[in-house]
């Protein structure tokens, strides 16, 4: 077999290993894959131990996806604007690439899974932390119609609109406070990281409109608090992160395998653990 993992710290809850064994039997890859801890001031020692021992590939968790990304000889375009690392692997003259697979993981996850298109859409991202940055690309490919992005600090948005300023209209992309927008969107991410506090963004209920899609990048259990705040002002549909999860994943797996698992089945069965 060979040999992939996921490294982080904390590890011990990642969902990775499962996936990515549901992956291998679903398509009779020999792929072993495992998780790493690696110490919170040493990822780079942990990866160049993980490739120097024959490992493949590997996942890039919290806090070391920006190390990731600074660590490799070469990076792919998506991950250069990303400015973060999911997915590590060797080329064919052993240097270290980077990638970043979740913004096709949540593009893929709407379009394909929840069937809705991106494209001449008007979105709400709450956030401009390094999981929006992360996102923005794939999700600005798409053409949506207008791109808003809100966050506490205002600075930080402001710097990720100029950041992506080449990739969308320069009227399409823009930044502001939570105290800013006051209309209902088609989309609206949560991209903060508000909820691992107990927290929610404070943003107006007005952006939720009875047709608005609400989609939570962090997924829990039971619906979670941004999602359940969505549904009590009035949203009908609103989704959480577990399909991003399986997503990012399964195209890591098509990075390094070149073979596209089939995601509802895996999806399905995370759901009902
Ligand atoms: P991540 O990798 O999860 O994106 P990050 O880069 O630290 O982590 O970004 C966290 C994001 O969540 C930021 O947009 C942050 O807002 P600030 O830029 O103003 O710090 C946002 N965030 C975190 N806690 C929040 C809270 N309690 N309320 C609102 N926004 C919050």
Redesign the pocket.
Known sequence: NQLYAVVGNPISHSKSPRIHSLFASQTGEPVEYTAIQAPVDDFSGAARHFFEQGGKGLNVT?PF?EQAWTLADHRTPRAEKAG?ANTLYLDKVQDLVADNTDGVGIVRDLQVNHGVSLKGLRILV?????????VLGPILAEQPAALTIA???VA??EALVRLFANDADAALLTACG?DGPDQSFDLVIN????S??G????ASAKVIGPDTVVYDMMYSLQTTTFNQWALDNGARRVYDGLGMLVEQAAESFFVWRGMRPDTAPVIEELRTD
């Not at 991209?191 to 508000?194: I, L, Y």
């Not at 927290?199 to 404070?202: E, F, I, Q």
Request: glycine share 18%; net charge positive; no cysteine.
């Open positions: 919290v996806k973060a709450l956030g401009a932390g390094g999981a929006v940055r992360g966050n506490r600090t930080k948005a939570f991209g903060t990281s508000a691992l506090q927290d929610l963004p404070p």
